[in-house]
């Protein structure tokens, strides 16, 4: 089980890491998803569970393919 909560905090750092690179603010993709900006940042900080449509949403907007998103491998889990 502990495996499982370093993958999802690696996701969850996966996607902060590129929101940072596009310059996006937890703001900009909080309104994106109709959601507030603390509810986005939990979905950061892998709090928040989120669904598999949610993690195509999130690629969506961060102009990036899924797979790069959920790849545990290179992720840099905080």
Known sequence: ??????KVKAVAANI????EELN???????AK???SQNAYSKIEL???????ERLFQIAEILETDLM???????AEAA
Do not use: H, P
């Not at 902060?16 to 929101?19: A, C, D, F, I, L």
């Open 33 to 35: 998803l109709s959601i």
């Open 16 to 19: 902060r890491n590129k929101r």
């Open 68 to 74: 790069e998103l959920i790849n545990t491998d290179k």
């Open 46 to 52: 892998g709090y928040t569970k989120i669904t598999v």
């Open 24 to 30: 996006y603010t937890q703001e900009y993709l909080a």
């Open 1 to 6: 089980m502990k495996n499982m909560a370093f």
